[in-house]
C-alpha cells in the first residue's frame, strides 16, 4: 500500500525537545519531500532530496533538518528552533524529480504535538 | 520556482450541481500540471494529469495557455467528492498550490 512508511503516527513532543520523524520508501524512487500541513494552509515544502546525499531548503525550512544518506530513507528532525511544531507533516517519493507522469507518492503522516 | 495557485481555500456546491476549483499558474512555458486529492482518513494521491487528457471520477482538467489555468471541473458532484484538493506542478521541488476543500452537500 503505497510503498512509504512514515513512523510515528502520533508523536507527542515536550517544548525544548528535538524529534525525528522516519520516512522509509521501498519504491526504489530517487526524489524524496517533506511537507508540512496545517488547516487552512495547505501543503508547504519542508525540504527536498533529488537524490542520495544531496538536499534542498522549501519554504519553510527553518527549525528542521534532514539527512539522505540512503536512498530509502529521509527522516526529518523537527528542532527546539522550530517556534510552531504541533503540526501533521508529510513525506513524499517519486521515481525522479518532476517531469512528466512522475507521480508523487505519499505516506500516511505523522501528527507531532508539542506539550 | 514555478508556482500555482488556489484562490478559493473553500467550496461549497450541493450534489448535483457543477462544480469549478481553480488553478492558475504564473511560469512560462510547458507546465507539467497534476491533481491530487485527500479525502478524509485517506492518503493524498494523485487524481489526475494533464498530459494524460483522461477523466477519473468524472474530473476534467483542461491546460489553457491563454489563462495560464488548469482548472478543475466536474458537470455533477456527488457527496463523495468532498475532500482538499491541491493543484501541483511537477517540477524538481513539487511546490503544491494551498488546495482547496471541497464539500459537497446533500
Known amino acids: 500500500d503505497g510503498g512509504i512508511t512514515q513512523s510515528p503516527k502520533y508523536l507527542f513532543r515536550k517544548e525544548g525537545q528535538n524529534v525525528t520523524l522516519s520516512c522509509e520508501q521501498n519504491?526504489?524512487?530517487?526524489?524524496m519531500y517533506w511537507y508540512r500541513q496545517d488547516p487552512g494552509q495547505g501543503l508547504r515544502l519542508i525540504y527536498y532530496s533529488q537524490i542520495v546525499n544531496d538536499f534542498q531548503k522549501g519554504d519553510i525550512a527553518e527549525g528542521y533538518s534532514v539527512s539522505r544518506e540512503k536512498k530509502e530513507s529521509f527522516p526529518l528532525t523537527v528542532t527546539s528552533a522550530q517556534k510552531n511544531p504541533t503540526a501533521f507533516y508529510l513525506c513524499?517519493?517519486?521515481?525522479?524529480?518532476?517531469?512528466?507522469?512522475?507521480?508523487?507518492?505519499f505516506g500516511e503522516g505523522s501528527w507531532l504535538t508539542v506539550v | 520556482a514555478q508556482r500555482v495557485t488556489q484562490p478559493e481555500k473553500l467550496l461549497s456546491v450541493f450534489k448535483g450541481a457543477p462544480v469549478e476549483l481553480k488553478c492558475n499558474y504564473s511560469?512560462?512555458?510547458?507546465?507539467?500540471l497534476f491533481w491530487y486529492v485527500q479525502y478524509s482518513r485517506q492518503r493524498l494521491q494523485l487524481l489526475l494529469r494533464?498530459?494524460s487528457r483522461e477523466s477519473i471520477k468524472g474530473f476534467t482538467a483542461d491546460l489553457n495557455k491563454g489563462e495560464t489555468s488548469f482548472h478543475l471541473k466536474k458537470p455533477f458532484a456527488q457527496e463523495e467528492d468532498s475532500a482538499m484538493y491541491y493543484c501541483?506542478?511537477?517540477?524538481?521541488?513539487?511546490?503544491f498550490g494551498a488546495g482547496t476543500r471541497l464539500t459537497v452537500k446533500p
Open positions: 513524499a517519493s517519486s521515481i525522479a524529480p518532476g517531469g512528466t507522469g512522475n507521480t508523487i507518492y
Open positions: 501541483a506542478p511537477h517540477n524538481n521541488d513539487m511546490r
Open positions: 511560469y512560462s512555458g510547458s507546465p507539467e
Open positions: 494533464h498530459i
Open positions: 519504491l526504489n524512487h530517487d526524489a
